[in-house]
């Protein structure tokens, strides 16, 4: 039986003339992993911020839980839109901390301000959020002397904070370095593993394999491929698929 989290009909984002997502439809069960790939400028990172409304779709409609963010011919609400987007946590290539904060303040922020929590129990959260990327020792330390691995996981911290019932990475491990690359995929891999509905942008292949439930292969604004990802990387059914994997092979 189906259990939709995210529903995307016939979704567009233009940038004045230039159209990047030409009618996306997708849907995202509770509890799935998807994995976005494709080639720069594919739109897939466009695509990841019109789920939660960080970009306006320029037509089409993405529901949350069977929610409109706006419906079809209604204005748009503020309000309403704030609401719903709190319930999918959004994590960045860049961490987009605050630098004259500590990460346990970092953490804290969002909770206090959005979710009304007392500073008591905003704490108590933090800290739990903390604990649970692994940072419990650095929750006094500023963003500047944190590596990028420690900031991405306070970013995603964060995020889970909140309490969102799904999660978007955008390329979460890009702008890290080599060796720090591994402790954020551990943290996403366990949330991967305790069910977390989950949307990923990665170049990371082989942790694309491991953790998704399917994959999308996207190129020029458009899904070109969908499938498990034995399907997918194994036995591509497009030539758009096939020569973008076979590049990345060499």
């Known amino acids: 039986m189906s259990n939709p989290m995210i529903e995307v009909e016939k979704l567009h984002k233009s940038f004045g003339q230039n159209e990047i997502l030409k009618g996306i439809t997708l849907t995202i069960e509770k509890g799935e992993k998807v994995v976005i790939i494709g080639p720069s400028g594919s739109g897939k990172s466009t695509l990841l911020r019109c789920l939660n409304y960080l970009e306006l779709p320029t037509a089409g409609t993405v529901k949350i839980n069977g929610e409109y963010f706006v419906e079809p011919g209604k204005k748009y609400n503020e309000n309403h839109v704030a609401k719903l987007r709190t319930n999918i946590g959004m994590v960045f ?11 346990l303040e970092n953490v804290m922020a969002a ?13 108590q959260i933090a800290t739990r959020y903390l604990e649970k990327v692994g940072l419990a020792d650095r929750m006094n330390h500023y963003p500047s002397q944190l590596s990028g691995g420690q900031q991405q996981r306070i970013a995603i911290a964060r995020s889970l ?4 019932e799904a999660m978007l990475f955008d390329e979460a491990t890009s702008a ?5 690359v591994g402790e954020v995929l551990n943290v996403i891999r366990e949330l991967a593993e305790e069910g977390m509905t989950m949307v990923l942008v990665t170049h990371e292949m ?3 394999q491991e953790v998704g439930d399917r994959v999308i292969f996207m190129d020029d604004g458009l899904i070109i491929e969908s499938g498990s990802p ?6 591509p059914q497009h030539d758009r698929t096939k020569t973008f994997l076979q590049r990345l092979k060499h």
């Open 161 to 164: 904070a909140m309490e969102p």
């Open 93 to 103: 290539q860049r961490f987009n901390l605050f630098p004259t904060m500590t990460a």
């Open 176 to 180: 890290l370095d080599p060796e720090l």
């Open 230 to 235: 034995d399907q997918l990387f194994r036995n």
């Open 111 to 123: 909770l206090t301000k959005v979710r009304q929590k007392s500073t008591t129990e905003a704490r």
């Open 206 to 208: 082989s942790f694309a």
